[in-house]
């Protein structure tokens, strides 16, 4: 029974396939990764969630065809994503490059981050010194608990 | 200052609400075109209705023009023909075709089917026009200016309020209607 058991859930357990198979033929492991590479890191411009790797549709296909070609022909890295970028934007990266428009993007969490460090901080050095009033304020306190306790007395034994 | 201290949630909920509304009239699948202000790419390629006849980029200049790249198996594209059809005998539009990836035969049947609206369609079979211009789905519709520079991009159909837009472009190009 238990099994049984181990069996089925072993047949609800499925790999997904993210990669598209193609037959391109590479002249050496070099270009078989690099083309890879690439392909994960480019973003296909129709679904826009996909990268090219992971795209069944024409203009994905189109793309990897040319990649495969220029990958062929020795371009560099950095010429492939030049040819890429010029025409579709930046966009088309998903690792995108750092510049005045990017900054937000590559900085901001930084900015945040370290914003919250400050608030945390004030945080903390603000409930320190509450205490430290507080523990000036206590015999204060005291005293007016004395007269209370003292009233509640009184009153108790006026009662009795 | 504590009381301050206290609308900061409120103010911050507001600030996202108008961002998130904002988003809403957002299209994220509309791209920025790269070619934006830059020539016209470099091309020589044939004419779709005549092989020998061959359109290069200086053939982009002249006039402020829409460029459509539109194919026979994008349901779009037949879809927005008739408007470009409108567009071409009652506004005078020049309009230059762009066959992307397609078939000639069946290029040439729905020209004669459904009218032709272009001043001259270019044949790029292997979509490698396509590519320098970074169109990434059909129909796509580019303004040039007359210097063969592309001015504006607008991707999907063309319909009455998408020409609205144009139209104020081209004739911020010095373009007039017919």
């Given at each position: ?160 | ?26 299209d994220p699948t509309e791209l920025p075109s790269a070619k934006i202000g ?34 026979t198996w994008c349901p779009t594209c037949k879809q927005e023909h008739s ?90 190009l010095g373009w007039s209607a017919k």
């Amino acid at each position: 029974m238990r099994l049984t058991g181990i069996l089925i859930a072993w047949l609800l357990i499925s790999f997904n396939a993210f990669a598209v198979i193609d037959t391109f033929e590479f002249d050496s492991q070099e270009q078989r990764a690099r083309f890879a590479m690439l392909s994960e890191e480019l973003r296909c411009p129709k679904c826009q969630n996909q990268n090219l790797a992971g795209s069944n549709s024409g203009i994905a296909l189109d793309l990897r065809t040319e990649l495969h070609r220029m990958v062929i022909s020795g371009q560099s890295t950095e010429q492939i994503k030049a040819f890429m970028v010029e025409r579709y934007g930046e966009f088309v990266l998903y690792k995108p490059s750092v510049n005045s428009l990017t900054y937000v993007l590559w900085y901001g969490p930084f900015v945040l981050l370290g914003l919250g460090f400050i608030l945390v901080i004030v945080m903390i050095k603000q409930r320190g010194s509450n205490r430290a009033q507080q523990r000036t304020q206590t015999p204060a306190k005291n005293t007016v608990d004395r007269e209370h306790q003292q009233r509640i007395k009184d009153l108790l034994d006026k009662n009795k | 200052m504590r009381r301050i201290l206290l609308f900061v949630p409120f103010i911050f909920c507001i600030v996202l609400g108008v961002l998130f509304v904002k988003g809403l009239s957002l299209d994220p699948t509309e791209l920025p075109s790269a070619k934006i202000g830059k020539n016209f790419p470099s091309f020589e390629l044939p004419s779709v209705r005549d092989a020998d006849k061959v359109y290069t980029q200086t053939d982009m200049q002249g006039a402020v023009r829409l460029v459509n790249v539109w194919a026979t198996w994008c349901p779009t594209c037949k879809q927005e023909h008739s408007y470009l059809n409108k567009l071409a005998t009652t506004q005078g539009v020049e309009i230059i075709g762009i066959n992307y990836k397609d078939d000639r035969a069946k290029a040439k049947q729905w020209l004669k089917r459904y009218h032709d609206p272009y001043i001259f369609n270019i044949y790029d079979e292997k979509g490698g026009l396509g590519l320098d211009l970074g169109v990434y789905g059909a129909p796509e519709t580019y303004i040039v200016d007359k210097q063969g520079v592309i001015q504006y991009r607008h991707v999907g159909e063309v319909n009455a309020t998408v020409w609205a837009d144009l139209k104020v472009k081209m004739q911020a190009l010095g373009w007039s209607a017919k």
